[in-house]
């Protein structure tokens, strides 16, 4: 399953979401993929590496996909690439081998850098360019229980990419800033994706995250956002705490599960993706 992890609105815990399901799920033996799908490459400094010091990236599996992404072909495309082939005897191409195994981390990462800034410019430009993720995921996603994408915090190409290719969407929602206004510009692409990118495409949930339960204003506001959230879909059960183990894990670049097993980030997470494992699984 591919779960396309976004909200337009920063600071909601999209990649810290992304990171620490992956890692909860890795923890119960479910092969989780992270692709960092974010130019700031948060989820890849989250899972300990350093984005500056890659030469292979998510940006090198999309363009390598133009490759293996099907177009249209006119006779004069056909004969062209079949006399290139007999000429050349190339071997069918395949994605470039850029997926980590993150050192501590139950999962694996396809990294990103800031060279990835250059995709909303290219792809847009580009035939079949908002499939070019789907094509490249496409190549891998058997060896892959769940594959999460952490979406960029806008609604660009690159967000356009996760959502063709993704069975479903989870939306993360910060309880103290809950506005509805971006959440129904935010539906409102995604029913013009289902309709026009992707047919398959659902919303698995909303995620209420940055819980404070010492704060009976924060409280109201979590429940606010539940209440008028769960009249048009899906809310997890599960919510997200404030937790400064959460902000610490991503510093020491390991999910919060291998970072502070027993924190109540931790325990969040955990039932969420038990959560998420009932929804899927049945």
């Given at each position: 399953m591919i779960i396309a992890v976004t909200n337009q609105k920063g600071g909601t815990g999209k990649t810290t979401t992304t990171v620490s399901l992956a890692g909860a799920l890795g923890d119960v033996g479910r092969r989780a993929l992270v692709v960092d799908l974010d130019p700031q490459a948060h989820a890849t400094r989250y899972a300990g590496m350093l984005p500056e010091e890659l030469d292979d990236t998510v940006w090198t599996w999309l363009r390598q996909a133009e490759l293996f992404t099907p177009a249209p072909l006119d006779q004069d495309d056909l004969r062209s690439i079949l006399d290139t082939m007999w000429e050349t005897h190339s071997p069918d191409?395949?994605?470039?081998?850029?997926?980590?195994?993150?050192?501590?981390?139950?999962?694996?990462?396809?990294?990103?850098?800031?060279?990835?800034?250059?995709?909303?410019?290219?792809?847009?430009?580009?035939?079949?360019?908002?499939?070019?993720?789907?094509?490249?995921?496409?190549?891998?996603?058997?060896?892959y229980d769940y594959i999460l994408i952490d979406c960029p915090p806008y609604l660009g190409v690159l967000t356009m990419n996760a959502l063709a290719a993704a069975d479903c969407?989870?939306?993360?929602?910060?309880?103290?800033?809950?506005?509805?206004?971006?959440?129904?510009?935010?539906?409102?692409?995604?029913?013009?994706?289902?309709?026009?990118?992707?047919?398959?495409?659902?919303?698995?949930?909303?995620?209420?995250?940055?819980?404070?339960?010492?704060?009976?204003?924060?409280?109201?506001?979590?429940?606010?956002?539940?209440?008028?959230?769960?009249?048009?879909?899906?809310?997890?059960?599960?919510?997200?705490?404030?937790?400064?183990?959460?902000?610490?894990?991503?510093?020491?670049?390991?999910?919060?599960?291998?970072?502070?097993?027993?924190?109540?980030?931790?325990?969040?997470?955990?039932?969420?993706?038990?959560?998420?494992?009932?929804?899927?699984?049945g």
């Open positions: 191409p395949a994605p470039t081998p850029v997926i980590q195994q993150p050192n501590g981390n139950p999962f694996d990462l396809v990294p990103s850098n800031l060279e990835l800034s250059e995709a909303d410019l290219v792809l847009a430009a580009a035939d079949g360019g908002e499939h070019r993720l789907a094509a490249a995921l496409g190549q891998v996603q058997q060896d969407v989870l939306i993360p929602l910060e309880a103290a800033h809950f506005a509805s206004r971006g959440i129904s510009q935010l539906f409102r692409v995604l029913v013009q994706v289902k309709q026009t990118l992707n047919q398959r495409l659902s919303v698995l949930g909303v995620l209420i995250t940055h819980v404070d339960y010492r704060s009976i204003h924060n409280g109201r506001m979590a429940s606010e956002a539940r209440r008028a959230m769960s009249q048009r879909v899906r809310v997890f059960e599960s919510e997200i705490p404030t937790d400064a183990d959460l902000a610490e894990a991503s510093v020491a670049g390991l999910c919060v599960s291998r970072f502070s097993p027993r924190s109540q980030g931790t325990e969040a997470y955990r039932r969420l993706a038990e959560e998420i494992g009932k929804i899927t699984c």
